[in-house]
């Protein structure tokens, strides 16, 4: 107890009192996401507002060997965040400031706590030539943690994993030294993580704040087209998807794509929704790709496996909109305010057997299903959603979309697919399976930066 | 109200109550505040559910974030879900088991027991209560209009100015109007949201006897936290009459001609209060007015309309304070948006804005820079009255 007030008192010092509690409430809601991971509490919550306080709480933490999770808008939904042996979470929404936006080399440096949404705002109005890749999760969900977990967004069928668009970095060690990682490190712009140096990005890029806490971010940005429109193709033949994403993919002209199924509304079931999106700097360059578009699977129109819905203007706001509100709704199908997704990064050619497995786990547990799918990169891979909602009021519910979850991922590695965003318990999963040698890299790696293992201890913990 | 115990759990605390509508900033005002998500919109339902659940229990902090939601309805408006427009309810319903355990926060304790002892939240003698009128006349039956003034306008000394104002525009306008004086109640509007529903049932009991007894049949209210609940809650408690926001009034007057404001060389920005925007989809007229007033450069601030960033005054929080003490106070924040317009006049419709505004901008050392003026104050400038 004393050393618990006596941290209190020195966290206090570092961020001031508004900014540090030990209160039940705050304890209570930093113990839990949205998700079905079981909940721990922090001993506190604290957010401060630079660097510079970052530093300090990490070296409190370091000489008290007390854990230390660093938060975003906890959104992945899987327990990231949740502090699995208390300790200090760092809710880092206060570090919100946008440092810095390079025109001509497209990027942005922002602090750890800049929101997807508020970055979106802040090009329209400012720099309306350029965009970021705005993931689906909602506008809370911030720039750093979504690169941490290697989010994906609108520009992931261009330009990959939102991490592979991070531009540098600025990283707190577990030892307390500031570290700058990229261009960054020996000049003043953020244009690489790591080219041509050794990129040490992925030291910290994927380890979910295990080896550090990252404070300031450098991101690409791209250009921002006068126009974008969507379409919607669809089919009830899931072994096409994959062909269809492959050709949509080889045009080069399309923004993103995603492929949507769920049983309900009925107009939905049993249909595969297709939704190339477009963009363009005049009416003449979006015909164009429309026809590019369309050409390209014209075959499978010709055949009768895939027709075109006309969209009134009232369906196509929801798929225009950035972020899209519905990906959240479906935590209310349930009416219930839950839903989890495993998310595993997948070769595109498993589509049909995953949706498949998704429809057949939906039936054995009795849960409601949703899944979107999105291309990432020119078809080198894609993000399926294996998607159940919930009830938090109904436990048995909670449980069976749990198991759902489970089964689905245990699945999705058998197929050779890679798990997105792991709990723990997946995590686990993967690393044994993983070769040998390269558990053991990482365990040398965690070893070296953080020698207390004081960073969201539980999480790609290597025995 | 009640049915919030069953409902409640259904956020998934996304997060985007806490925002405008285009992401800009944050315009939920007790988590701008305090940054804690514990004080957000999601923050504050998962507290409730876990207070149902046994999870929690009830601590002064449990409830210091429960009543530090000025229940502006900026989260109603953001909210993606289907159950959106029951949010206030949830929360008020919450409020009211915990005044019903007696288990509230001091300062709203003392709202409450100034209400009921003094009939007002500011601990005023009810025959000080028409202290600001200087003479207006009562209400009489036959007269076209009751000038509902509320406990700001009777009290407070801004609303005072602003009572006062429109008292001098109504009487310039010609129209048959009356005011209630000392026999005035208190509208229990933040009684409501508070969650004394008891307390408020007697108020709308008294004040609907009232203009029944007088034959009211239509009001003109000063403040829109009146407005909403004579408007929207009186109905179902047997009021019948018509109910008006006095900008809807006095729109109409500039429309036909019945006052005509003289020049102003300003640069006014207007914010909407959240019980007559929000809550009452009234955003035109008070626009219009000032539209209508010759030489005055209307601007607006990022935030404004279905988007404006609330005053922090809402569910009595012009009188509990409890997101005072910090320049993150939503007033504060207001006012510094209001003074990055490049305007001089921060005008307003509301008592309780205009008061928290107007410490803002002292506490912000805006003094001689930003001006804070309610509509009525402007137009009673520009008018040649007696």
Same mark, same amino acid.
């Given at each position: ?8 008192? /020195? ?114 109005? !400012?720099?309306?030539?350029?965009? #970021? ?16 977990? !290697? ?7 261009? #330009? ?32 690489? +993580? ?55 993919? !080889? ?30 700097? $005049? ?28 969209? $009134? ?75 159940? /909602? ?74 | ?135 207006? +006349? ?128 300003? +640069?006014?920005?207007? #914010? ?115």
């Amino acid at each position: 107890m004393a050393i618990t007030s006596t941290l209190y008192d /020195s966290l206090v010092k570092i961020v001031g009192k508004d900014f540090v509690s030990d209160r039940k409430e705050e304890r209570y809601f930093y113990a839990r996401d949205g998700g079905l991971m079981p909940p721990h509490e922090p001993d506190f919550v604290v957010m401060p507002e630079t660097t510079e306080e970052v530093q300090e709480i990490v070296k409190l933490a370091n000489k008290e060997k007390m854990p230390l999770v660093p938060k975003g808008s906890g959104l992945a939904l899987t327990g990231l965040v949740i502090p699995q042996r208390g300790g200090i979470v760092l809710d880092m929404k206060r570090m919100d400031r946008i440092l810095e936006v390079n025109e001509k080399a497209r990027y942005v440096v922002v602090e750890a706590g800049v929101t997807h949404g508020v970055l979106k705002s802040y090009l329209q109005k !400012h720099h309306p030539r350029l965009r #970021h890749s705005i993931p689906d999760a909602p506008p809370i969900a911030t720039i750093v943690a979504n690169a941490v977990i !290697h989010g994906q967004g609108r520009l992931s069928q261009q #330009h990959g994993f939102n991490s592979d668009m991070v531009s540098g970095l600025e990283v707190i060690l577990p030892t307390g030294e500031l570290c700058r990682i990229g261009s960054c490190s020996v000049s003043s712009y953020w244009f690489s +993580k790591g080219a041509p140096l050794p990129d040490l990005s992925g030291l910290f890029l994927g380890w979910f704040g295990t080896t550090g806490i990252i404070t300031k971010l450098g991101l690409k940005l791209y250009p921002c087209k006068k126009m974008r429109d969507v379409m919607v193709f669809l089919t009830d033949k899931s072994e096409l998807i994959p062909d269809i994403m492959l050709k949509l993919s !080889h045009t080069e002209m399309i923004e993103d794509v995603v492929v949507s199924a769920q049983p309900l509304p009925l107009r939905f079931r049993g249909t595969f929704w297709v939704t190339p999106y477009i963009t363009g700097d $005049s009416d003449e360059e979006m015909e164009f790709k429309r026809k590019m578009v369309w050409d390209s699977i014209w075959e499978h129109f010709e055949n009768r496996d895939v027709g075109f819905l006309s969209l $009134s203007p009232d369906m196509k706001a929801p798929l225009m909109s950035m972020p899209s509100k519905d990906t959240c709704r479906f935590a209310d199908v349930s009416k219930g305010g839950g839903f989890q997704y495993a998310g595993p990064i997948t070769p595109i050619e498993k589509f049909p057997a995953f949706i498949k497995k998704l429809e057949e786990v939906a039936a054995k547990y009795n849960v409601f299903y949703s899944s979107a799918t999105r291309l990432i990169g020119a078809g080198h891979c894609m993000m399926f959603s294996f998607s159940f /909602s919930f009830s938090r009021a109904n436990a048995d519910e909670m449980v069976r979309a749990k198991e759902a979850l489970d089964e689905c991922s245990k699945f999705a590695l058998e197929e050779g697919g890679v798990l997105w965003k792991a709990d723990i318990y997946e995590q686990k999963l993967l690393m044994d399976r993983m070769d040998p040698n390269t558990l053991a890299l990482m365990k040398k790696i965690k070893q070296l930066l953080d020698p207390n293992g004081i960073m969201n201890p539980g999480n790609w913990e290597v025995k | 109200m009640q049915k919030y115990v069953s409902q409640i759990h259904r956020c998934f605390r996304c997060g985007y109550c806490k925002f405008p509508t285009d992401y800009s900033s944050f315009n939920c005002p007790s988590y701008r505040r305090f940054r804690f998500d514990s004080y957000s919109t999601g923050g504050r339902l998962w507290l409730i559910y876990a207070w149902l659940k046994g999870e929690i229990e009830w601590s002064e902090h449990f409830a210091e974030i429960l009543y530090a939601c000025t229940t502006c309805k900026n989260c109603t408006e953001q909210c993606p879900m289907k159950f959106a427009p029951d949010i206030v309810d949830w929360i008020v319903g919450a409020r009211s088991d915990m005044v019903e355990k007696g288990k509230i926060p001091p300062r709203v304790a003392r709202f409450f027991e100034a209400v009921y002892s003094y009939g007002n939240p500011f601990k005023q003698l009810r025959s000080d209560r028409a202290a600001w009128a200087n003479g207006t +006349k009562k209400y009489k039956a036959g007269d076209e209009y009751l000038l509902y003034v509320g406990c700001l306008g009777s009290y407070d000394e801004n609303g005072q100015k602003m009572a006062r104002s429109l008292v001098d525009i109504l009487n310039a306008s010609g129209v048959s109007f009356g005011i209630l004086g000392e026999e005035e109640e208190c509208c229990g509007n933040e009684i409501y949201m508070l969650g004394e529903t008891g307390l408020f049932q007697n108020l709308v009991e008294k004040n609907n006897q009232k203009f029944k007894e007088l034959g009211v049949s239509k009001v003109i209210t000063l403040c829109p936290h009146s407005y909403n609940i004579m408007k929207n809650v009186y109905p179902v408690s047997g009021g019948n009459f018509e109910v008006y926001h006095y900008t809807q009034i006095l729109n109409d007057f500039v429309k036909n001609n019945k006052i005509k404001p003289s020049q102003l060389k300003a +640069k006014v920005t207007y #914010h909407d209060p959240c019980f007559l925007g929000r809550y009452n989809n009234i955003y035109d007229e008070p626009r219009q007015i000032l539209q209508s007033i010759p030489g005055i450069d209307l601007v607006e601030m990022a935030r404004n309309r279905k988007d404006a960033f609330c005053c922090g005054g809402g569910s009595g929080n012009f009188v509990t304070d409890l997101l005072a003490g910090s320049a993150d106070s939503p007033a504060r924040i207001r006012v510094r948006e209001a003074y990055d317009t490049g305007a001089d006049t921060l005008a307003v419709t509301c008592p309780s804005c205009l008061t928290m505004l107007t410490d803002a901008v002292k506490a912000e050392n805006l003094d001689g820079r930003l001006a804070v003026k309610d509509i009525s104050q402007i137009l009673r400038e520009l008018l040649s009255v007696g």
